[in-house]
Structures are given as C-alpha cells and as structure tokens.
C-alpha cells in the first residue's frame, strides 16, 4: 500500500543553521507531495507543493525537491529562527485524489 | 489566507452523550474534508465531501457521521460518545482546480 515516511521524528537544529527534513515513499509515484506547517494544538497551514516533474522549488528561505529516483523529497529551511520550530507534515495524494500525511518532523530551533 | 472555522475548540464530555462538530467556511468549496488527528500521530480522514448532499468515509473508520446541506457547512456528529472518541478533529477545505487544502483551527475533544 502507499506510503509516506519522515524518517526522524524531531530534529533540533542551532538558529542560523539549515534545516533538512526527509520523506520517503513507497509503493507508489505521486504526481506531487506536499508539506505543511502544524503549530501545537492548530491545524496544518500549507507551504509548498512540488510536482514530479519538478526539481527544486523555492519560497523565501524554503526549499524543496523531489527525486523520483531516490523516491524523497528534501525540506530545507535556511537561517532557521525559533520561530521556525513547529511539526513539519509531508503529505501526497491518494487514488481518490484525497491527501495522506506522514506522521511529521518536530523540529526546534534553538536560540 | 483561508476563512475556515471550527467550533467549539474544545469539548469535555461524558460519555454517551450527543455532540456535533461545527466547521463552516467562506470561500465556497465544494470540497471539504474531516481528519482526525492523535497527539504525535498522522492525521486520518474520517469524511469527505464533493459538494451538496455529498459524503463519502475516509480511509479511517469512524463511528461520527456528517451532512452537507449547504456548501459552507459541514458538520461532525458523534450520536454517543465515548472515552475512544478523545482526539483532536480538523476540517479542512480544497479550492478548485488545486491540490492544497486549508484547515480550520480543530476542535479537541475529550470525553469521559
């Protein structure tokens, strides 16, 4: 069945250095992932989607790529702040087109 | 920004008791959704809906129900609730013609 894994499930990481968070999939090629920002206690807030066909996509310090061949795709965010700290979900699309998320990266930056 | 609302944020209940979960949203999707979400764990969808008199079961079983009688609402109900129900339920909305989704602030709910 499809899968998604994000391997680690926290990372901390000093403030100013790059943060780079893993999913991984199986049995399955997605047109696309996904990943999201979840906050304690609130719901996920969408940042960046990439296409299958695309390998590196930018927004203000993200970064995120996707190798088919590898089947992951790489979250990066650069000069990390403490506000940056937060669970990072990947997530792709299932044969209902509905979404599936991985279980998430707790990241936390530390001042 | 995306204009989807939960209510209430949270929710102590006995068991047994009639609940419903509000979530309501102002942009007009058709599509909408409910997960349900464990602490430290992945969200599950319990419900979905393409439109107007439109719900379909997630891929996690749920003993709640939901209706879509207006585009901007799509409420969860519990009939009894009970202790195995405690989670955190998210609602969420699709713009047409794309692939991301916008979630409400989630309701948490605890039963006793």
């Known amino acids: 069945s499809q899968k998604i894994e994000q391997n680690s499930e926290a990372l901390n990481i000093q403030e100013g250095k790059t943060a780079t968070l893993t999913c991984n999939y199986t049995?399955?090629?997605?047109?696309?992932l996904q990943w999201y920002r979840q906050d304690p206690g609130r719901g996920p807030v969408f940042l960046l989607l990439i296409r299958e066909n695309e390998k590196e996509k930018r927004k203000e310090r993200l970064k995120v790529t996707f190798d088919t061949t590898l089947k992951q795709s790489l979250f990066h965010i650069t000069a990390s702040q403490p506000a940056d700290s937060a669970t990072y979900l990947c997530a792709s699309e299932t044969g209902a087109n509905n979404l599936f998320f991985g279980t998430g990266t707790r990241l936390t930056v530390i001042p | 920004e995306a204009d989807i609302y939960q209510t209430p944020r949270y929710l102590v209940i006995g068991t047994g008791k009639k609940i419903t979960l509000e979530c309501s949203q102002t942009?007009?999707?058709?599509?909408m959704y409910w997960y349900q979400q464990d602490p430290g764990m992945e969200l599950h969808l319990i419900h979905y809906?393409?439109?107007?008199?439109?719900?379909e079961k997630g891929d996690l079983s749920s003993e709640s129900t939901v209706s879509r009688i207006r585009t901007e609402h799509f409420p969860l109900t519990l009939e009894s609730a009970r202790p195995s129900h405690t989670s955190q339920y998210l609602c969420?909305?699709?713009?047409?013609?794309?692939?991301?989704?916008?979630f409400g602030p989630g309701t948490r709910l605890t039963v006793l």
């Open positions: 809906s393409y439109g107007v008199n439109s719900t």
């Open positions: 942009m007009g999707h058709d599509k």
């Open positions: 049995n399955y090629s997605p047109a696309y």
């Open positions: 969420a909305s699709r713009p047409p013609s794309t692939d991301t989704q916008y």
